[in-house]
């Protein structure tokens, strides 16, 4: 169980590396191009817009995943549970 919370860890350090990466590397592009103050703030106002629609996307989607993973590992455990049980019926009887 320590292993899936490690792995979200993970996870979740890699998609923030992922969205700062993006986000420094579109400020430094749009605050380096020829245009007006005002087009510049425009352009990094879409793209923050964009990057925080990507990164609710995938906070939905990893959300989603872990959901999944959980019930997957409840329903696996309940049927161990259910078998361990049986067998030690099966033994005492």
């Known amino acids: 169980m320590a292993n899936n919370s490690d792995d979200r860890g993970v996870l979740v350090s890699v998609l923030a590396g992922i969205g700062m990466g993006v986000l420094i590397g579109a400020a430094v592009g749009l605050l380096l191009a020829p245009k007006s103050g005002e087009?510049?703030?425009?352009?990094?106002?879409?793209a923050v817009k964009d990057l925080n629609d990507k990164i609710s996307d995938l906070g939905r989607?990893?959300?989603q995943k872990v959901?999944?993973?959980s019930d997957k590992?409840?329903?696996?455990m309940a049927q161990k549970i259910d078998?361990?049980?049986k067998e030690e019926e099966e033994a005492a009887g």
């Open 73 to 76: 590992l409840r329903s696996q």
């Open 83 to 85: 078998e361990v049980v």
């Open 67 to 69: 959901a999944a993973a």
């Open 61 to 63: 989607t990893l959300s």
């Open 39 to 46: 087009e510049t703030r425009d352009d990094l106002s879409r």
